[in-house]
Each structure stands twice: as C-alpha cells, then as structure tokens.
Nanobody
C-alpha cells in the first residue's frame, strides 16, 4: 500500500516559520515530489518541486522564502517556510510522481494535506 503523509502544519504569526514534512511510503521510485497549496475559495496552486536529481523549482510567490529539500534515506521531503504572511494561509498538499510496486509507469498521488494558518 502506498501513501503520502504530510505533517508539520500549524498556526503561526506573520513573519514566523514552519517546517512541513511529507513521507512517501510503499513506492519503488519517485521521479519528483512537489508541494501545492489551496487557500479557501481558491484553486490549488503549485508551490515547489524537487526532482530525484535534487533539482528544485519554486513559484515566484515563495521564491526566497521557502526551501524544499529531501532526505532519500527517509523517503521524505521537507518544505521550510519562512517570513510567512497571511497570503500563505492554506492547506498544503504533497504530490508524488512515483512508481507503485508492480507498475511500469509513474502515477500522480496526493497526500491529505496539512493546514498552515498565518495570523497578522
């Protein structure tokens, strides 16, 4: 059984920091993993991606404030959120582009999300 499980969300004051984690379990390989977020009443939007080669990309809105990283020994990616503001309030979702056991191709899977709330 495969899963993506996020943790680390919470409530923080503007200017504060949080560290989100996403653990991938059961997959044989992940080509890349990403963070998305969805604020209340808005579309889900891309935040950041990290590839199996360590290459990272960021949305312009978080560049310079958020940092994505991975620990391959733990099958976990992280998202360090700094200088948070109210616009960062959202449910943060982990997305994996991974191979399931017994499958040839890659599939896109999502975690259930972790809430980040920033108060001003």
């Amino acid at each position: 059984q495969v899963s993506l499980v996020e943790s680390g969300g919470g409530s923080v004051q503007a200017g504060g920091s949080l560290r989100l984690s996403c653990k991938a379990s059961g997959y044989t390989y992940c080509q890349d993993m990403s963070w998305y977020r969805q604020a209340l009443g808005k579309m889900r939007e891309f935040v950041s991606r990290i590839g199996d080669n360590g290459l990272t990309t960021y949305a312009d809105s978080v560049k310079g404030r958020f940092t994505i990283s991975q620990d391959n020994t733990k099958n976990t990616i992280y998202l360090e959120l700094t200088r948070l503001n109210a616009d960062d309030t959202a449910m943060y979702y982990c997305q994996g582009n991974c191979r399931r056991p017994g499958w040839d191709g890659l599939t896109i899977d999502w975690g259930q999300g972790t809430q980040v709330t920033v108060s001003s």
